[in-house]
């Protein structure tokens, strides 16, 4: 920032430096000293060409002089003011980032120093008068020697003096209306310029227009009527004096653009941060206005700032807090997944070592039994019955429990697949493999059951899948077993094959009871169980469950086809681990 | 020939004898029993038994560690 301005302070002194001073001054008092050799033509003499060097070249000293402290004074004030600004902006926006309070009052000097501004080109507006006139008044005087023309000068003075000061007061007028506007929109943060400084606003035309037809009106009359000159070096001294006023005009407000450029980055960066409030303590109309404006905005933006801060601060709050829950509540859930997984294992433990216990010794004292009778075979009559009795109820004890051992284990599995505590050794399988081993576990129940044949049929090659082989045997082993449950004669048909390019079937069909519709839908719920089976032997109502899980572990699923006496068919499928092409 | 049943279970230890000693009956099976890993150890360096049935889920010390000992 303070690099910018020295930038600034450097351009603006170029612009004010001697040279285009003299220049300017020059083409004034060349001008001038024209006129009043058209004017005094007629008396045209060595005298008056001698009056005719003195009087320019003491007019080129006046007016540089005056130009160079009006404008010196000015320009040296401008910078002050325009440094001062974002000075104190900033300084009001780094006690406002420490939390320190702008105190009443801060910025008053600030404001004081923008006042000046116009004021400052108020003092040159008649610092130019007063080189205008001071000059043709001596020139009159030392011409004529008149009074009459001293007090025409001194009234043309006047006249371009207030004409002058007017057509200052439009300039500044519009300038202090574009820059109000456009601090406005800088501090909407919509980014602003001063758009209109070198060019005017249409009011600032009309104004300038009056100013312009008035000034040059009454320099007329004062020419034409006063010093009874003729029309046209009076119309030309007019347009020279126009053209170099402007010039003059230009240059100031080149200077006054520079300086505002800088205080509207300054009030910009306000905007963006926040920043300090500017204090309202003159009178003038514009800056009171500027100063409203300015902080109605940082108000806003203060206002803005401390609602977001509060937001973001409870908002951390909130979330610091939840994070604290979110981690306790992750703690827990590590807490009960460890307690459910130690619970599992701890549960099959505890339910198959007395289950094995039991059904152990039940064995053992079966066969005990039956040796030690089939050793006495001389059993008769009412003791004969009763061993009889004793050997069913310990079948009755040894089939029981191995049921509850399969419920036990077919539970602990559902758990265990449920909850994400199953080891799954996946490795590539050839699912027609499976088959067979499946159908070779099959064996006892195939020979015990004379009147169902047993069909295993294996589509060569198959894709490979990915899979834990004793787990996919158990799916296929508990269709089969199902099949032949519930199929008192006829066959049971097993059938691998590649189901596509992507998948790999097995299929169980047998021709058994079939199952009715309402169980079909049912047929893979938990503990559902439909019709008895044939052999009167009660599953647990898991094992479809569970094949159901084992797919779909593998993006596989189950699907089962059925009616009632017409046999039911079973189709498990299991993706191919890579895709495969038929040869 | 000598078999060790290593396991806390109080049932399951006269289970697995008896078992073990039917099925052996005439081949001059001998059947040891312990109750935890540390007497396990303790009559495998004893015994040597050309066999053990070690449980795993065992209070003190489990049956990995007791084979692990025993390996190593």
């Given amino acids: 920032m303070l690099k910018l301005f020295s930038a600034l302070v450097e351009r603006t002194s170029y612009c004010f430096s001697f040279v285009p001073f003299v220049a300017i001054s020059g083409c004034f008092a060349t001008s001038y000293a024209f006129f009043i050799f058209y004017l005094s033509v007629e008396q045209f003499a060595p005298e008056t060409i001698k009056a005719f060097g003195l009087t320019t070249g003491g007019m080129l000293v006046l007016f540089t002089l005056l130009h160079a402290v009006g404008f010196g004074v000015l320009e040296r004030a401008g910078i002050r003011a325009g440094l001062e600004l974002p000075r104190r902006i900033n300084e009001s926006y780094r006690r406002f980032q420490d939390g320190t309070l702008l105190e009443p009052g801060a910025l008053e000097l600030l404001l004081k120093q923008l006042a000046e501004f116009p004021r400052y080109h108020m003092t040159v507006a008649v610092a130019v008068a007063i080189g205008v006139t001071i000059p043709s008044l001596g020139v009159e005087f030392v011409f004529s020697g008149s009074l009459r023309h001293l007090a025409s000068g001194i009234a043309g003075g006047v006249i371009a003096g207030v004409l002058y000061c007017y057509l200052c007061y439009v300039i500044t007028e519009t300038l202090s209306a574009d820059l109000r506007s456009a601090c406005r929109r800088a501090l909407t943060r919509r980014g602003a310029t001063i758009p209109r400084v070198y060019g005017m606003g249409l009011r600032g035309k009309i104004g300038f227009a009056v100013a312009v037809v008035f000034f040059s009106m009454g320099m007329l009359i004062y020419f034409l009527w006063f010093c009874r000159a003729s029309l046209l070096p009076s119309a030309g001294f007019l347009v020279i004096t126009f053209l170099t006023v402007m010039l003059l005009v230009s240059l100031y407000l080149r200077s006054v653009k520079a300086a505002f450029d800088e205080i509207l980055l300054a009030a910009r960066s306000a905007g963006r941060g926040g920043g300090g409030l500017l204090h309202l303590g003159n009178n003038e109309k514009e800056l009171v206005e500027f100063a409203v404006d300015f902080n109605g905005s940082i108000r806003e933006i203060i206002a803005l700032r401390r609602d977001l801060e509060a937001q973001v601060t409870a908002r951390t709050r909130d979330l610091a807090t939840k994070a604290r829950e979110l981690a306790k509540a992750n703690e827990r859930l590590k807490e009960l997944d460890s307690m459910k997984s130690n619970f599992l294992s701890s549960v099959s433990h505890e339910l198959r070592t007395p289950l094995t216990s039991i059904l152990g010794f039940a064995r053992l004292v079966k066969r005990d039994f039956t040796r030690a009778v089939s050793l006495g075979i001389l059993l008769e009559g009412k003791d004969r019955v009763k061993a009889e009795k004793i050997k069913a109820n310990l079948n009755i004890i040894e089939r029981e429990g191995e049921r509850l051992t399969r419920l036990v284990n077919n539970v602990i599995d559902l758990a265990r697949i449920e909850s994400g505590h199953m080891e799954w050794n996946d490795e590539m399988l050839d699912l027609g493999l499976c088959v067979e081993q499946a159908a070779r576990l099959m064996e006892g129940a195939v020979e015990r059951r004379a009147d169902v044949e047993m069909i295993v049929k294996v589509e060569d090659p198959l894709p490979p899948v990915r899979a834990d082989q004793d787990r996919i045997i158990q799916v296929i082993v508990n269709l089969l077993g199902n099949a032949f449950k519930f199929t008192a004669r006829g066959k049971v048909r097993v059938t691998a094959r590649a189901g596509g390019q992507r998948e790999v079937h097995v299929l169980v069909e047998d021709t058994g009871v079939g199952i009715g519709p309402e169980d079909l839908e049912r047929v893979f719920d938990r503990f559902h169980q439909g019709e008895p089976a044939p052999d009167r032997t009660a599953g647990n109502g898991l094992g479809l469950p569970i094949c159901r899980e084992i797919a779909e572990h593998y993006g596989g699923c189950i699907k089962a086809r059925s009616s009632l006496g017409s046999g039911s068919r079973f189709m498990f499928s299991l993706p191919a681990a890579i895709p495969y092409r038929r040869m | ?72």
Avoid at chain 2, 36 to 63: Q, T, Y
């Fill in chain 2, 1 to 72: 020939m000598k078999i060790l049943i290593v396991d806390d279970e109080i049932h399951i230890r006269p289970l697995l004898e008896q078992t073990l000693e039917e099925l052996g009956e005439g081949h001059g099976v001998r059947v040891l029993s312990a109750s935890n890993g540390e007497e396990g150890l303790a009559a495998i360096e004893k015994e040597r038994p050309s066999l053990v049935f070690l449980d795993i889920m065992m209070p003190g010390m489990n049956g990995y560690r007791v084979c692990r000992s025993v390996k190593g």
